[in-house]
Protein backbone atom coordinates (compact mmCIF):
# COMPACT_ATOMS: atom_id res chain seq x y z
CA UNK A 1 0.00 0.00 0.00
CA UNK A 2 1.24 3.49 -0.75
CA UNK A 3 3.18 5.34 2.05
CA UNK A 4 0.69 8.62 1.39
CA UNK A 5 -2.43 6.59 2.29
CA UNK A 6 -1.33 4.65 5.11
CA UNK A 7 -0.58 7.74 6.70
CA UNK A 8 -3.86 9.08 5.92
CA UNK A 9 -5.49 5.92 7.39
CA UNK A 10 -3.66 6.07 10.22
CA UNK A 11 -4.29 9.80 11.03
CA UNK A 12 -7.93 9.44 10.38
CA UNK A 13 -8.07 6.50 12.59
CA UNK A 14 -5.95 8.13 15.24
CA UNK A 15 -8.13 11.10 14.85
CA UNK A 16 -11.52 9.64 14.84
CA UNK A 17 -10.43 7.57 18.10
CA UNK A 18 -9.38 10.60 20.07
CA UNK A 19 -12.54 12.27 19.30
CA UNK A 20 -14.35 9.40 20.64
CA UNK A 21 -12.26 9.19 23.89
CA UNK A 22 -12.98 12.74 24.38
CA UNK A 23 -16.75 12.47 24.41
CA UNK A 24 -16.61 9.33 26.39
CA UNK A 25 -14.61 11.65 29.00
CA UNK A 26 -17.01 14.70 28.30
CA UNK A 27 -19.85 12.13 29.55
CA UNK A 28 -18.14 11.45 32.79
CA UNK A 29 -16.96 14.57 33.80
CA UNK A 30 -19.70 17.17 32.78
CA UNK A 31 -21.67 18.21 35.80
CA UNK A 32 -25.28 17.64 34.50
CA UNK A 33 -27.94 15.91 32.04
CA UNK A 34 -28.06 18.42 29.40
CA UNK A 35 -24.80 19.24 29.59
CA UNK A 36 -23.64 15.57 29.12
CA UNK A 37 -25.62 15.41 26.54
CA UNK A 38 -23.31 16.80 24.46
CA UNK A 39 -20.43 15.05 24.46
CA UNK A 40 -21.12 11.67 23.43
CA UNK A 41 -23.68 12.43 20.53
CA UNK A 42 -20.96 14.85 19.16
CA UNK A 43 -18.06 12.31 19.17
CA UNK A 44 -20.38 9.74 17.53
CA UNK A 45 -20.18 12.64 14.35
CA UNK A 46 -16.83 13.28 13.89
CA UNK A 47 -15.18 10.12 15.91
CA UNK A 48 -17.15 7.41 14.22
CA UNK A 49 -16.95 9.66 10.73
CA UNK A 50 -13.11 9.66 11.21
CA UNK A 51 -13.05 5.90 12.14
CA UNK A 52 -15.88 5.29 8.82
CA UNK A 53 -13.68 7.12 6.54
CA UNK A 54 -10.59 5.06 7.55
CA UNK A 55 -12.09 1.68 6.78
CA UNK A 56 -13.72 2.82 3.58
CA UNK A 57 -9.86 4.26 2.07
CA UNK A 58 -8.21 1.14 3.45
CA UNK A 59 -10.65 -1.32 1.69
CA UNK A 60 -11.17 0.70 -1.15
CA UNK A 61 -6.95 0.25 -1.90
CA UNK A 62 -6.75 -3.14 -0.38
CA UNK A 63 -9.46 -4.77 -1.88
CA UNK A 64 -10.56 -5.00 -5.95
CA UNK A 65 -13.69 -2.39 -6.37
CA UNK A 66 -14.63 0.61 -4.51
CA UNK A 67 -15.72 0.02 -0.43
CA UNK A 68 -18.82 3.23 0.04
CA UNK A 69 -20.50 0.96 2.48
CA UNK A 70 -19.04 3.24 4.97
CA UNK A 71 -20.95 6.33 3.51
CA UNK A 72 -24.29 4.98 3.55
CA UNK A 73 -23.40 4.07 7.77
CA UNK A 74 -22.43 8.08 7.85
CA UNK A 75 -25.41 9.03 6.03
CA UNK A 76 -27.58 6.82 8.51
CA UNK A 77 -25.46 7.95 11.96
CA UNK A 78 -25.86 12.06 10.91
CA UNK A 79 -30.07 11.27 10.21
CA UNK A 80 -30.23 9.30 13.35
CA UNK A 81 -27.78 11.06 16.30
CA UNK A 82 -29.89 14.47 16.07
CA UNK A 83 -32.75 12.76 16.65
CA UNK A 84 -31.63 10.46 19.70
CA UNK A 85 -29.95 13.89 21.37
CA UNK A 86 -33.24 15.35 20.61
CA UNK A 87 -35.53 13.19 22.10
CA UNK A 88 -33.03 12.83 25.38
CA UNK A 89 -33.14 16.60 25.64
CA UNK A 90 -37.28 16.47 25.61
CA UNK A 91 -37.54 13.74 27.74
CA UNK A 92 -35.31 15.09 30.33
CA UNK A 93 -37.21 18.43 30.02
CA UNK A 94 -40.24 17.12 30.46
CA UNK A 95 -39.42 15.17 33.73
CA UNK A 96 -38.17 17.89 34.96
CA UNK A 97 -34.64 17.03 35.42
CA UNK A 98 -32.80 20.37 37.17
CA UNK A 99 -29.73 21.05 35.62
CA UNK A 100 -26.94 22.90 37.36
CA UNK A 101 -27.24 25.86 39.17
CA UNK A 102 -25.32 28.30 36.61
CA UNK A 103 -27.37 27.60 33.87
CA UNK A 104 -28.42 30.69 31.93
CA UNK A 105 -31.68 31.08 31.22
CA UNK A 106 -33.44 28.99 33.41
CA UNK A 107 -36.78 30.35 33.25
CA UNK A 108 -37.14 29.56 29.45
CA UNK A 109 -37.72 26.09 30.80
CA UNK A 110 -41.20 27.02 31.94
CA UNK A 111 -42.17 27.86 28.93
CA UNK A 112 -40.30 25.19 26.70
CA UNK A 113 -42.17 22.65 28.58
CA UNK A 114 -45.84 23.68 28.01
CA UNK A 115 -44.58 24.27 23.80
CA UNK A 116 -45.80 28.05 24.47
CA UNK A 117 -44.02 31.30 23.62
CA UNK A 118 -41.25 32.44 25.74
CA UNK A 119 -42.42 35.18 28.39
CA UNK A 120 -40.94 38.81 26.53
CA UNK A 121 -37.87 39.79 27.96
CA UNK A 122 -38.62 43.14 27.25
CA UNK A 123 -41.54 42.65 29.89
CA UNK A 124 -41.21 44.84 33.10
CA UNK A 125 -42.69 41.86 35.48
CA UNK A 126 -39.20 40.15 35.07
CA UNK A 127 -37.01 43.07 34.78
CA UNK B 1 -46.97 8.46 -14.65
CA UNK B 2 -47.40 9.73 -11.16
CA UNK B 3 -49.82 6.98 -10.03
CA UNK B 4 -46.61 4.56 -10.62
CA UNK B 5 -43.65 6.99 -9.41
CA UNK B 6 -45.12 9.25 -6.80
CA UNK B 7 -42.00 10.49 -5.08
CA UNK B 8 -39.37 9.77 -8.20
CA UNK B 9 -36.43 11.47 -6.01
CA UNK B 10 -37.32 8.68 -3.57
CA UNK B 11 -37.48 6.20 -5.87
CA UNK B 12 -33.69 6.95 -6.49
CA UNK B 13 -32.12 7.48 -3.54
CA UNK B 14 -33.77 3.87 -2.31
CA UNK B 15 -32.30 2.41 -5.02
CA UNK B 16 -28.65 4.04 -4.46
CA UNK B 17 -28.67 3.03 -1.31
CA UNK B 18 -29.62 -0.68 -1.78
CA UNK B 19 -26.34 -0.63 -4.62
CA UNK B 20 -24.42 0.96 -1.84
CA UNK B 21 -25.30 -1.34 0.86
CA UNK B 22 -24.76 -4.38 -1.13
CA UNK B 23 -21.42 -3.04 -2.50
CA UNK B 24 -22.38 -3.94 -5.93
CA UNK B 25 -23.66 -2.88 -9.42
CA UNK B 26 -24.53 -6.45 -11.02
CA UNK B 27 -27.60 -6.33 -13.02
CA UNK B 28 -29.66 -9.07 -10.61
CA UNK B 29 -29.45 -6.05 -7.80
CA UNK B 30 -30.23 -3.30 -9.97
CA UNK B 31 -33.43 -5.38 -10.74
CA UNK B 32 -34.15 -6.27 -7.27
CA UNK B 33 -33.19 -2.36 -6.23
CA UNK B 34 -35.67 -0.66 -8.78
CA UNK B 35 -38.51 -3.36 -7.97
CA UNK B 36 -37.96 -1.77 -4.15
CA UNK B 37 -37.58 1.56 -5.40
CA UNK B 38 -41.19 1.28 -6.85
CA UNK B 39 -43.32 -0.57 -4.58
CA UNK B 40 -41.75 1.30 -0.95
CA UNK B 41 -42.62 4.72 -2.33
CA UNK B 42 -46.40 3.34 -3.56
CA UNK B 43 -46.60 1.79 -0.51
CA UNK B 44 -45.42 4.51 2.15
CA UNK B 45 -47.06 7.32 0.02
CA UNK B 46 -50.22 7.28 2.37
CA UNK B 47 -48.14 7.93 5.47
CA UNK B 48 -46.80 11.31 4.01
CA UNK B 49 -47.24 14.90 4.14
CA UNK B 50 -46.90 17.60 2.25
CA UNK B 51 -43.29 19.10 2.19
CA UNK B 52 -42.41 22.19 0.49
CA UNK B 53 -40.59 21.25 -2.40
CA UNK B 54 -36.83 21.34 -2.59
CA UNK B 55 -36.40 24.65 -5.07
CA UNK B 56 -32.32 25.20 -5.04
CA UNK B 57 -30.75 21.87 -5.31
CA UNK B 58 -27.43 23.42 -5.63
CA UNK B 59 -27.95 25.88 -2.71
CA UNK B 60 -28.47 22.18 -0.47
CA UNK B 61 -25.53 20.78 -1.73
CA UNK B 62 -23.32 23.83 -0.42
CA UNK B 63 -25.41 24.27 2.69
CA UNK B 64 -24.39 20.26 3.37
CA UNK B 65 -20.45 21.44 2.97
CA UNK B 66 -20.84 24.36 5.19
CA UNK B 67 -22.39 21.91 7.81
CA UNK B 68 -19.71 19.50 7.21
CA UNK B 69 -17.01 22.06 8.07
CA UNK B 70 -18.87 23.45 11.11
CA UNK B 71 -19.23 20.18 12.56
CA UNK B 72 -15.16 19.72 11.98
CA UNK B 73 -14.23 23.33 13.84
CA UNK B 74 -16.73 22.67 16.74
CA UNK B 75 -16.20 19.25 17.27
CA UNK B 76 -12.59 20.69 17.98
CA UNK B 77 -13.90 23.21 20.22
CA UNK B 78 -15.97 21.21 21.93
CA UNK B 79 -13.32 18.92 22.39
CA UNK B 80 -10.51 22.36 24.42
CA UNK B 81 -14.16 23.07 25.94
CA UNK B 82 -14.62 19.61 27.45
CA UNK B 83 -10.73 18.66 28.38
CA UNK B 84 -10.11 22.49 30.36
CA UNK B 85 -11.46 23.71 33.73
CA UNK B 86 -15.51 22.51 33.60
CA UNK B 87 -16.26 25.80 35.96
CA UNK B 88 -15.35 28.21 33.41
CA UNK B 89 -18.52 26.73 31.33
CA UNK B 90 -21.61 28.47 31.28
CA UNK B 91 -24.34 26.41 30.26
CA UNK B 92 -27.90 27.77 29.39
CA UNK B 93 -30.83 27.81 26.90
CA UNK B 94 -31.93 29.88 24.28
CA UNK B 95 -34.81 30.56 22.37
CA UNK B 96 -34.27 30.89 18.62
CA UNK B 97 -37.13 33.15 16.74
CA UNK B 98 -37.93 30.89 13.88
CA UNK B 99 -39.11 32.69 10.14
CA UNK B 100 -40.18 29.58 8.75
CA UNK B 101 -43.29 27.52 9.80
CA UNK B 102 -42.98 23.88 7.56
CA UNK B 103 -42.34 20.48 9.24
CA UNK B 104 -39.48 19.33 6.91
CA UNK B 105 -37.53 22.74 7.33
CA UNK B 106 -37.72 22.93 10.91
CA UNK B 107 -36.40 19.37 11.50
CA UNK B 108 -34.13 19.97 9.47
CA UNK B 109 -32.99 23.36 11.35
CA UNK B 110 -33.03 21.17 14.52
CA UNK B 111 -31.15 18.47 13.08
CA UNK B 112 -28.26 20.48 12.07
CA UNK B 113 -28.42 22.51 15.38
CA UNK B 114 -28.10 19.00 17.59
CA UNK B 115 -25.09 18.01 14.78
CA UNK B 116 -23.41 20.74 15.38
CA UNK B 117 -21.28 20.25 18.97
CA UNK B 118 -22.30 22.85 21.46
CA UNK B 119 -25.59 23.07 20.81
CA UNK B 120 -28.56 20.67 21.50
CA UNK B 121 -32.17 21.54 20.45
CA UNK B 122 -34.46 20.88 22.61
CA UNK B 123 -38.64 21.30 22.08
CA UNK B 124 -40.06 23.57 19.38
CA UNK B 125 -42.88 25.58 20.37
CA UNK B 126 -46.44 24.44 19.35
CA UNK B 127 -47.06 27.03 17.02
CA UNK B 128 -43.75 26.41 15.47
CA UNK B 129 -42.34 30.21 16.07
CA UNK B 130 -39.88 29.04 19.07
CA UNK B 131 -37.55 26.46 18.86
CA UNK B 132 -35.67 25.73 22.77
CA UNK B 133 -32.17 25.14 22.44
CA UNK B 134 -29.15 23.70 24.88
CA UNK B 135 -26.00 25.66 24.50
CA UNK B 136 -22.94 23.98 25.98
CA UNK B 137 -21.49 27.61 26.38
CA UNK B 138 -23.12 30.38 26.48
CA UNK B 139 -21.19 33.66 26.56
CA UNK B 140 -23.14 35.78 24.20
CA UNK B 141 -27.10 35.04 23.53
CA UNK B 142 -28.01 37.45 21.03
CA UNK B 143 -24.83 36.59 19.17
CA UNK B 144 -25.78 32.64 18.96
CA UNK B 145 -29.10 33.16 18.12
CA UNK B 146 -28.17 35.42 15.13
CA UNK B 147 -25.14 33.19 14.05
CA UNK B 148 -27.67 29.89 13.71
CA UNK B 149 -29.99 32.32 12.43
CA UNK B 150 -27.96 33.53 10.06
CA UNK B 151 -25.57 30.66 8.78
CA UNK B 152 -28.73 27.56 8.95
CA UNK B 153 -32.06 28.96 8.98
CA UNK B 154 -31.45 31.51 5.96
CA UNK B 155 -29.92 28.59 3.58
CA UNK B 156 -32.73 26.64 4.75
CA UNK B 157 -35.17 28.92 4.08
CA UNK B 158 -33.73 29.55 0.69
CA UNK B 159 -34.01 25.94 -0.32
CA UNK B 160 -37.47 25.50 0.44
CA UNK B 161 -38.75 28.58 -0.54
CA UNK B 162 -40.72 29.00 2.21
Keep these: ?127 | MTRFLPHPLLSLVLLVVWLLLNNTIAAGHILLGGILALVIPLLTTPLQKNHPPLRRPLLAVKYLFVLMWDIILSNIEVAIQVMGPLRKLTPGFIAVPLDMTADLPITLLASSISLTPGTVSVEVSKDHQWLYVHVLNLKNEAETIQSIKQRYEKPLKEIFAC
Design chain 1, 1 to 127: MNVFIEALVIFLLLAGSGFLMVGSIGLARLPDFFTRLHAPTKASTLGIGGVLIASSLYFSVELPGLSVKELVITLFLFITAPITAHMMSKAAMHHQRKPIERTRNMDLMKPARRRKAPVDNQNPKSS
